[in-house]
């Protein structure tokens, strides 16, 4: 064992301790402590449990995930099915745009929404002035509008895994079958199907747990009901009332544990049917099937669809960028640059704000992410297995929890809560599996034979490293740092808990403008600055990473 | 002189042992193979050799300096040259500076490296190639880039690993030549390892055969063709007839064993420590040692008659697939032979290349 | 019954043509072999009979029907491929059986098939298993396996060799063939390895650039290759070839290769003649080159010095790699041969072997009686 390897392991692990296993074991703590004293004890989630109103909550959270699942499976399979093995003209650019909700914040979405579909929305009140009805109806403010506002941000999830699974299926297996005697719909079910199903979890167990962690979304629309919303709520707001608290806290930590439950159940299964290890040398994009007339047109109609809800999101939030008094009327009729000119020159803190934590942040990802994924994929160090099972659980891990444990944690002992880096240091944290998977991700594409190759020739492990795995890797890892950068830009659930004055950022500006009732505008236009933004940061990967596909995925095409 | 010494090496993967306590020397200037199939422990041990695997026991003394007992020493420090099977040629850089790599690290003048470098393209035949990127390049020239890379440094050691198996058969019959020459030039201490028998017998100078994680056979090619230890050699190496039988009688230097149908064969080659009569054996004949008759020639001892079942084109000589009293036995011939399937013929068995093999 | 014929097929990748003008009859139970170097088309030719590519231009017909239009599933074909494509999610039976279950043959034939086949290949223990339990060896018997419980009219093999150990080549090799033997079925397999070619086939397709370059039994294609081509790419070690000129003397024809002078033998003199004075490529077997010593006395008229460079000792044959005036010949001599590297041999030509090309493209084999 060198003892480089063992350092590098040792100042990773402490890393570790202080920020993501002691402030969520403060969280656990936490939970059990009985209100107003001193002493633990499993009263809380006695309360809880037996508390109707917290069931119903847990119910309704449960039957989201169900419904959110259904629907974008549903809608997803096919598409995933033409993006993957159609060939069409256009279909990258029809990709990107499919797929950009993935990069898109919910918060936004839902905004737009509303402005949409809200009971004073454009089509309410475009219906109302052609008479077809007299009173507006409901479209979003309920379960339906959650189902379905959730649904498109998360379809990407679903489509990306599935149609990675059909891409990655060794083309002779569908060809054998064929052979055999199966065809169509009897091969797609028997052979292709089944292929598909590790690739299909990990996208599912995404959106099945989604509404545990996403709480904003539901407030929105007017929404509580749902375990993480009334975490928030009670916690933020109802923090001197000991019972809420608890109960807050309480539903904190159960979402977290169905989280990482369900996540790690999932992650068992995928790695007992990993097929891809069997059929080596498969093409870089699959099988490919010539389309005729009928299915073509078929696919963009389908795609077009899609495509066009995609689409609302920002032309509603631009639309209302650029206006004011957007408000029982369909169309927006006063236009100014105002918006931009408060954002801009009366509060270009937020904009600074968020540059600079996500710049830090970032700074503090690769330093801290290169290598743990050098350690990970490359040495025999003890325990890097379960440093990364640590780090990769922090992907299940809903915002929330880590919000609430930083304010529980950080605020006495290590009052670390009190500077500003406290909010660099909680995105970080929060996307740290991200930077790790894709640097981990590149390093598994990177034939080790290259890099012994070079120590053959006399290079070191550092040297190797910098002549070698880092050219090599780069493409990969740059790919990671803008996608790193982006959710940590748009980056909302731990931050609300954190932030206080003078350190807030472009969502909690969002957040705040909507919250405080303020003119929509400001809000719009916010987002509609995220967007592009995050458009932006998109093209600079698409360019390297070689198609928005891979970036948004994070596995950047070019096998070594 | 034993250049490179294996003592007691051991290396296990989890539960599955790779290496099993192994001894080997190999001589300075010689090529020397480990072969054997797949999962046999061979490439584990030149990974040992190169430092790329760090064994449970033992060591690997390269020119006399022990290289894990007394400290690890990495395989950037062990001067030697490695080719990879899928041969490792770094994409992001050009021919050139892929084989100048090493030489950069020395920082060597940059005429002198220029120098070595051109002499060694012009000896793989790349002369002219240095500006391209791997990509452009076919699996063969790519293989030659790698062989290229290792020999620059003038390396003590060169390490090959499986070199040819990822090219097309013609290639590698060319590849293999080409490299042992080479190396031959270069006066290079080589361990080679392949699966491919063939290419171990024309690249070696000793081979080392290996079976799940054992040496069971070190010698000369020729050596390990004509008197293999065990029968897992004979059949490994080449192409060998076995016949069961038990052993009839012990004289000094020949034995009788008594096949399962009565006939008796007369055994030059044994193991006079530990064969015992009515021991269970296997009469081990290659195809090219049986001669055929027409007629039976005397009365010597090992001729048989037997009945052509099937005739073959096999390589550059012509197979009969004889039947002998119920045992199949395979001759290689000369190519103008005209014997039909269903002819009768007599074979006779040189007693000085029949082996008995427990 | 199964016949295949393939009548002016020719097949683009887009402006690449990846296979020519292909005309190709594989009769019923025989055993063709398309072999070639790769990027050749045969695997492309191969697919097209599957249905898994459909020709640009040109018909394909198995049996008597045209399969054009047909899919894989209706061509009554089964495959076997290179990296065996077994269907990891099922086991090795349920693997064999996928085939049968989709047609709906009753339980009970379907396990008697299974369990029929799986005695044949050896593989009944493993019946149970997932394919990422077995060894390579073992998949590809299970993926032959699974062609056989269909009985198909044809078989097709792509390259189902190439990720075997070489011992475990050889073995299945000889597999094949006698599994051939038993099912008398018509088989057809891709390769690019000469010696599988030689050893398995009834019947070989040799291929170059998309386009048919010879089609016959192996031992013609060996004996008598049409050009330089097929004349290099068939046979191990590789045919020598030299540059000469065609000389006439006292009435015998002479093979003039610079520093060495060779006889034609007489019967071949009519057939040569014509080339008189002209240039062209003389090709010699390495088996045909003998060391004078165990040379048949009627051969040493055409012996020639030369130096050993290389001695290639591969346990029942040995390759000499040797110089003689400008030109390096290799010899396949016997192995009682004892010489060393560097070291003085005589050796001597069987002209009776011996073949001629034309010097230019496309090369073509002079032929001669004899």
């Keep these: 064992m060198s003892r480089g390897n063992l350092l590098i392991s040792a100042i990773l692990w402490s890393v570790v301790a202080l920020f993501v296993i002691y402030p969520l074991s403060f969280l656990m703590i936490e939970s059990f402590k009985i209100a107003g004293t001193d002493r633990y004890g499993l009263q809380n989630y006695i309360d809880f449990f037996k508390d109707p109103y917290y069931l119903k909550t847990f119910g309704n959270t449960l039957l989201l995930g169900v419904l959110v699942l259904a629907t974008t499976t549903l809608v997803g399979l096919p598409l995933a099915y033409i993006l993957a093995r159609y060939r069409l003209k256009g279909k990258v650019l029809f990709t990107a745009l499919i797929l950009l909700p993935i990069v898109l914040p919910a918060y936004a979405g839902a905004f737009a929404l509303i402005v949409l579909f809200g009971k004073m ?18 479209f979003v403010f309920g379960l339906h509008g959650l189902v379905f506002i959730q649904a498109l941000h998360l379809l990407p999830f679903i489509v990306l895994s599935i149609s990675a699974g059909f891409t990655n299926i060794d083309p002779s297996l569908e060809e054998a079958a064929e052979v055999e005697g199966a065809s169509g719909w009897k091969r797609f079910l028997t052979v292709t199907l089944p292929l598909t199903s590790p690739n299909y979890l990990a996208g599912a167990v995404i959106v099945f747990l989604w509404p545990f962690t996403d709480w904003l979304t539901p407030l929105i629309f007017g929404q509580q009901d749902y375990l993480p919303s009334i975490a928030y709520i009670n916690i933020a707001y109802h923090f001197t009332d000991m019972h809420r608290k608890y109960m807050g806290i309480v539903s904190v930590v159960i979402s977290s544990l169905i989280c990482v439950g369900i996540f790690l159940a999932s992650k068992t299964w995928v790695e007992k049917k990993k097929y891809t290890a069997l059929s080596k040398g498969t093409t870089l994009e699959g099988r490919i099937i010539e389309t005729g007339l009928f299915t073509k047109v078929w696919a963009y109609a389908y795609m077009l669809f899609i495509a066009v809800f995609v ?16 408000v029982l009327q ?10 931009f000119r408060l954002i801009f020159l009366e509060t270009p803190i937020l904009l600074k704000n968020s540059f600079v934590f996500s710049a830090v942040a970032l700074l503090f990802g690769v330093t801290f992410g290169l290598p743990a994924a050098y350690l990970i994929t490359r040495t025999k160090v003890p325990g890097k297995d379960t440093l990364d099972f640590v780090i990769t659980l922090m992907l299940a891990f809903p915002g929330i929890a880590v919000g609430v444990s930083y304010l529980l944690a950080f605020w006495e002992g290590i009052p670390l809560a009190t500077h500003w880096i406290i909010m660099p240091l909680s995105l970080f944290i929060r996307r740290l599996p991200y930077f790790l998977r894709m640097a981990h991700a590149s390093y598994l594409q990177l034939d080790v034979s290259l890099e012994e190759a070079s120590e053959v020739s006399g290079a070191g492990k550092f040297k190797t490293f910098i002549n070698i795995s880092l050219p090599l890797l780069l493409k990969g890892v740059f790919v990671g740092l803008v996608m790193f950068f982006i959710m940590a830009f748009q980056e909302i659930s731990t931050a609300i808990f954190l932030y206080r004055g003078g350190w807030e950022t472009l969502p909690i500006g969002i957040y705040l403008n909507w919250h405080r009732g303020m003119e929509f505008g400001i809000a719009g236009a916010m987002a509609f600055l995220m967007i592009v933004i995050i458009f932006v940061l998109l093209l600079i990967v698409a360019r390297i990473g070689g198609g928005i596909l891979g970036a948004a995925w994070g596995s950047s095409g070019g096998k070594y | 002189m034993a250049f490179i010494k294996i003592e007691n090496l051991f290396k296990k993967f989890g539960t599955m042992v790779a290496v099993n306590h192994i001894d080997l020397e190999v001589i300075q200037g010689e090529i020397l193979t480990l072969l054997g199939p797949s999962g046999c422990g061979k490439t584990t041990t030149l990974r040992c050799i190169a430092g790329l695997e760090r064994p449970d026991e033992g060591d690997v003394l390269i ?34 500076d892929n084989v100048a790599y090493g030489l950069k690290l020395q920082r060597l003048p940059k005429e002198e490296i220029k120098r070595r470098v051109n002499e060694v393209l012009e000896s793989v035949g790349l002369s002219g190639l240095g500006k391209r990127y791997p990509g452009q390049l076919s699996g063969g020239q790519q293989q030659r880039v790698a062989l290229a890379r290792a020999l620059v440094r003038n390396p003590k050691v060169l390490l090959l690993d499986e070199p040819l198996s990822n090219l097309d058969a013609k290639l590698r019959e060319r590849m293999r030549f080409e490299i042992k020459s080479l190396v031959r030039r270069m006066n290079m201490t080589s361990v080679y390892v392949t699966h491919d028998q063939a290419e171990a017998m024309v690249i070696s100078d000793r081979i080392a055969v290996m079976e799940s994680g054992n040496i069971v056979q070190v010698g000369a090619p020729e050596e390990i063709y004509k008197k293999p230890a065990n029968r897992f050699v004979a059949d490994f190496i080449g192409t060998t007839n076995f016949i069961p039988g038990e052993i009839a009688e012990i004289r000094e230097n020949q034995i009788y064993v008594t096949t399962e149908f009565g006939q008796k064969i007369l055994c030059k080659v044994f193991d006079s420590a530990t064969a015992v009569p009515d021991q269970k054996v296997h009469v081990s004949i290659r195809p090219e040692d049986i001669e055929v008759y027409a007629e039976p020639s005397g009365s010597r001892d090992n001729v048989f008659k037997g009945t052509i079942m099937h005739r073959a084109y096999l390589g550059n000589f012509l197979n009969f697939f004889v039947n002998v009293d119920h045992t199949m036995i395979r001759v290689q011939v000369p190519y103008h032979l005209r014997q039909k399937e269903g002819e009768e013929l007599y074979l006779y068995l040189n007693p000085e290349k029949c082996i008995a093999l427990p | 019954m199964a016949r295949v014929v393939m009548e002016n097929v020719s097949k683009f990748f887009g402006t690449v043509q990846a296979v020519k003008d292909f005309n190709l009859t594989v009769e019923d139970k025989e055993f063709a072999i398309l072999v070639g170097p790769s990027g050749c088309g045969k695997s492309t030719a191969l697919r097209m009979i599957a249905g898994l590519e459909e020709p640009t231009t040109g018909t394909i017909s198995i049996g008597d029907r045209l399969v054009n239009d047909l899919p894989p599933k209706d061509r009554d074909i089964a495959m076997v491929f290179q990296e065996y494509a077994l269907y990891p999610h099922m086991s090795v039976y349920k693997n064999m059986a996928f085939g049968l279950k989709l047609r709906k043959f009753p339980k009970q034939e379907i396990d008697q098939r299974v369990r029929e086949a799986a005695e044949i290949l050896g593989i009944q223990d493993f019946l149970d298993r997932k394919p990422k339990q077995l060894s390579g060896g073992q998949r590809q018997r299970v993926a032959v396996g699974r062609a056989i419980v269909r009985k198909p009219a044809v078989f097709l093999f792509d390259e189902p060799l190439s990720n075997l150990d070489a011992k475990l080549r050889v073995q299945m090799r000889a597999e094949l063939s006698k599994l051939h033997d038993r099912l008398q079925t018509t088989m057809i397999y891709v390769t690019h390895d000469q010696v599988e070619a030689m050893t398995m086939g009834t019947k070989i397709v040799v291929m170059k ?24 790419f068939i046979g191990s070690p590789v045919m020598n070839f030299v540059p000469c000129r065609i000389l006439s003397q006292e009435g015998r024809l002479l093979i003039d290769a610079g520093s ?26 390495p088996k045909d080159i003998y060391d004078r010593a165990f040379a048949p006395e009627h051969l040493k008229e055409n012996s020639v010095r030369s130096v050993i460079d290389v001695i290639e000792p591969l346990g029942s044959e040995i390759h000499l790699n040797v110089t003689a005036g400008q030109h390096n010949l290799v010899a396949v001599v016997d192995v009682q041969t004892t010489y060393r590297v560097h070291q003085e041999i005589e050796i001597v030509f069987d002209l009776d072997r011996m073949h001629l090309f034309e010097k230019d493209p496309p090369n073509l084999r002079i032929k001669a009686e004899g």
């Design chain 1, 121 to 138: 929305g454009t089509i309410n009140l475009l219906l109302m002035d052609w008479g077809l009805i007299s009173k507006p109806i409901n």
């Design chain 1, 311 to 326: 689409l609302l999101i920002p032309i509603v939030l631009g639309l209302s960028a650029f206006s004011r008094r957007w």
């Design chain 1, 330 to 339: 369909p169309f927006p009729s006063y236009w100014t640059l105002d918006n």
């Design chain 2, 63 to 96: 020119d006399g300096k022990p290289m894990f007992s007394k400290g690890f020493v990495p395989p950037s420090q062990r001067e030697i040259g490695m080719v990879f099977q899928n041969y490792a040629v770094w994409p992001h850089l050009r021919v050139f």
């Design chain 3, 209 to 232: 650039d998309g386009v048919i370059q010879q089609v016959g039994p192996p031992l013609e294609v060996y004996n008598y290759p049409v050009n330089l081509f097929v004349a290099g």
């Design chain 3, 260 to 285: 060495f002078q060779l006889l034609i033998p007489e019967k071949r003199i009519p057939s040569y003649h014509p080339l008189v004075h002209s240039e062209a490529i003389f090709g010699i077997r």
